[in-house]
């Protein structure tokens, strides 16, 4: 039986580990037939597994696609600001990070179903066509919690209900995006690793100004002061500022280094889990499965002469 939601998860301080690298067409939706009906790829490479969902299916993994792509998007955008202290709110950040994790991990459980479903024989091919009377049911909250403007995440949640919370308009990407510091007009040039953009940005400066809104870390509340230029002349004091740029930019990339390293490790046991869970769901539709033959043949037994016996098959 599958829980009708997933459990929410609480990320701490761990990376964004929500971006799954280079998925390829996996999880990729066509555009619907004349029934609403959508061609979902299952595998990296196009065409090797794919499953034709069933109207209601194909709208709801729609939503949840769209929901997961903006998901990411805001996400890079969070990891300007913080790279920069411009704007920026960590428990957003926090909150969002939580949110985006979710999500993935929601449509990652809908194409891991849709196999374990032609696995089992429910959904029948190749090729693979979803039953109309076949319905994602764990998506149902999801969907009905977008519908009516409800936060996913359980402690908002409650909040929302005891009027302690009002969801912030949806953000826009566009507006939402600060420039960099090669873009500001200084003739400085930013070295530091990150996502590279989709699509060229439209940047907007009119709150790179406002005071951030977390408090809790005096560092991170403050907005970003560009440090003034050493004067010029000043030989000695000029070398000394650059060893000490030298070895913070050493520490900083050492940092990065780890963050990685630790969103790898993450992510593969995260993985290693969904694979735990695929085998485990294949072994419990084969139990079920020998069971419903050792009762079918003790069912059709008892309706032969007493003197009649069918032995029942031993595992190999």
Excluded at 35 to 46: A, I, N
Excluded at 141 to 157: C, D, S, T, V, Y
């Amino acid at each position: 039986m599958l829980a009708d939601d997933l459990p929410w998860p609480e990320l701490g301080n761990v990376s964004r580990g929500a971006t799954r690298g280079n998925q390829g067409q996996k999880g990729v939706l066509s555009t619907p037939d004349a029934e609403g009906r959508c061609l979902l790829q299952l595998r990296v490479q196009p065409g090797v597994l794919t499953v034709l969902l069933n109207s209601q299916a194909s709208d709801w993994y729609r939503r949840l696609d769209a929901e997961v792509n903006h998901a990411l998007k805001l996400t890079k955008t969070y990891w300007r600001k913080a790279r920069r202290r411009q704007d920026y709110d960590a428990v957003a950040d926090q909150d969002h990070m939580e949110l985006h994790e979710w999500l993935q991990q929601l449509k990652d459980k809908v194409m891991s179903h849709l196999e374990l479903l032609m696995q089992r024989g429910d959904i029948k091919g190749p090729p693979y066509n979803m039953p109309e009377n076949i319905e994602l049911s764990f998506l149902r909250k999801f969907i009905e919690r977008q519908a009516a403007g409800i936060p996913h995440n359980p402690r908002l949640r409650k909040a929302f209900q005891e009027n302690r919370y009002v969801p912030p308009p949806r953000p826009s990407l566009a507006d939402s995006e600060t420039p960099e510091p090669s873009e500001s007009g200084s003739g400085r040039h930013c070295s530091d690793p990150g996502w590279a953009d989709d699509e060229p940005a439209k940047f907007s400066r009119e709150n790179a100004s406002a005071p951030a809104r977390y408090q809790s870390n005096p560092t991170l509340s403050l907005p970003y002061q560009p440090q003034a230029k050493p004067h010029i002349g000043g030989g000695a004091s000029l070398e000394e500022e650059a060893e000490s740029s030298k070895r913070l930019l050493h520490a900083a990339r050492s940092d990065l280094r780890r963050a990685q390293k630790d969103t790898q490790d993450s992510f593969a046991r995260y993985t290693a889990s969904l694979e735990a869970e695929r085998r485990a769901w294949q072994e419990v539709v084969a139990v079920e499965d020998r069971r419903d033959n050792i009762v079918s043949m003790v069912l059709r037994q008892g309706q032969r002469p007493p003197g009649m016996r069918i032995s029942i098959p031993s595992d190999p």
